[in-house]
């Protein structure tokens, strides 16, 4: 059977635009590939009332589970779990143990920051975090705060809620025990298995995908049992399909039939991120940028996962002419004569830091990002490119990409991930 949830997002900073919620997603995305289907994200404030209304409303909704973050500190308008328990009709306990537990995890914290000894405030916070509502089941801190798992009503009126705190990596490290913990798991037991498979494409449009798939929809037999959803983001198309074990052979005619239609602008099929190919290609390689108009974005993409010292050596960020003559050996007469946004310039940057920063591949982006700066020969929106690798011929591209300054840049640092993608392919 479908199994629903909702998920309820608290914080009047969350609300107000002060803090980027990045919990809502990445719940709702954990949820999606166990097999749960996600009815709605909401995000409220720290008032009781506007969170009693969210649980409610997403109960009329009959979500079998509802999953809360934020509001579970020491603080006065910490009030996830109060006003939770009240909804539920359950009293508030202590848990000396969580209460003892909470103490120590605080005193290991101060005492690497020499703090105070403890305070009657400090103890209150403490204690009012180890208040638990009366037969729900307490998920041990990452932090000092612990979550909750609250089970159903007798009635079912209301579903099973699942309460987290705020910060992401606390939630994140406690989602391995919430999914177990015996309120989540009653309802976990009860879904229907489901796959989830992606596919992304890098230039490849919407409209010629929604094409395709008009045409899967006709020639596939159970194309209707495929829950299909498709993302344009950073010049990259996703397509993400949800589907029973019985409908397998419907995706698996449907990912034939794009490979067919759209191989060269497929790059993946199994999920994996321009991201995770480049950094596989590139074990065993040296890798340094040299970057204009995106600014480090290149180097800082790279960087962003674990293990990436073994492969970047480091990254020029020449921005002004000079320092592109400075730092990467571009004679100032070629960019006099053909302009810092040009492919001869692209080509030397590229080669200046593969020298440089005795690297096997740089990768160099120059280019009129806008709002300013734009000509009739180089509008905004032009970006060069240049590949360098040892033993090989430089190679570069010039593009024309649309939008303002933030989409250019990243549109650029996407483009310049591919064709670091496909260098690396053919090494």
Not at 177 to 199: F, G, K, N, Y
Not at 271 to 291: P, W, Y
Not at 355 to 376: E, Q
Request: one cysteine or more.
């Amino acid at each position: 059977m479908t199994v629903r949830a909702g998920v309820v997002v608290t914080g009047t900073e969350v609300l107000a635009g002060r803090v980027t919620d990045r919990n809502g997603p990445w719940v709702a995305q954990r949820l999606l590939e166990m097999g749960v289907d996600v009815a709605h994200i909401t995000v409220c404030g720290d008032r009781p009332d506007d969170l009693s209304a969210q649980v409610r409303f997403l109960a009329d909704q009959r979500v079998d589970l509802i999953v809360t973050t934020g509001g579970l500190g020491p603080t006065a308008d910490d009030l996830t779990v109060p006003t939770v328990a009240a909804l539920y009709g359950r009293e508030l306990i202590l848990d000396a143990e969580l209460e003892d537990r909470i103490h120590a995890i605080v005193q290991r914290w101060r005492s690497r920051m020499s703090s105070a000894a403890d305070s009657e405030p400090l103890r209150a916070g403490i204690r009012k975090q180890a208040m638990v509502p009366q037969g729900a089941q307490s998920i041990s801190p990452t932090g000092t705060a612990p979550g909750v798992a609250i089970p159903a009503d007798d009635s079912r009126s209301l579903p099973a809620v699942l309460i987290l705190p705020g910060p992401p990596r606390e939630l994140q490290a406690m989602w391995p025990e919430a999914l177990d913990s015996a309120p989540v798991a009653e309802v976990l037991a009860r879904r229907t298995q489901m796959r989830q498979d992606t596919i992304r494409g890098y230039r490849l449009s919407e409209a010629d995908l929604a094409a395709t798939l008009r045409t899967a929809e006709r020639e596939i037999t159970g194309f209707g049992e495929l829950e299909i959803t498709t993302c344009l983001s950073r010049g990259e198309l996703e397509m993400v399909t949800r589907y029973a074990e019985s409908a397998r052979t419907a995706y698996t005619e449907l990912e034939n039939l794009i490979d067919k239609i759209h191989g060269a602008q497929v790059f993946s099929t199994d999920g994996s991120t321009i991201d995770d190919i480049v950094a596989n290609r590139l074990s065993g390689h040296r890798i340094a940028t040299a970057e204009s108009c995106t600014g480090g974005m290149i180097a800082a993409r790279l960087t962003d996962r674990a293990g990436s010292s073994a492969y970047v050596i480091g990254a020029v960020v020449s921005y002004a002419n000079e320092a592109k003559t400075g730092l990467l050996d571009v004679p100032a007469e070629v960019i006099d004569r053909h302009g810092a946004v040009s492919e001869p310039v692209a080509a030397l940057m590229a080669e200046g830091a593969l020298k440089r920063l005795s690297v096997d591949i740089a990768v160099s982006t120059s280019g009129v990002a806008g709002p300013g700066g734009g000509t009739d020969a180089k509008p905004v929106g032009t970006v060069c490119f240049g590949i360098a690798v040892t033993g090989r011929p430089t190679v570069t591209h010039t593009l024309h990409l649309p939008g303002d300054r933030a989409s250019v840049r990243a549109l650029s640092t996407t483009a310049a991930m591919h064709m670091l993608a496909d260098a690396l392919k053919t090494r």
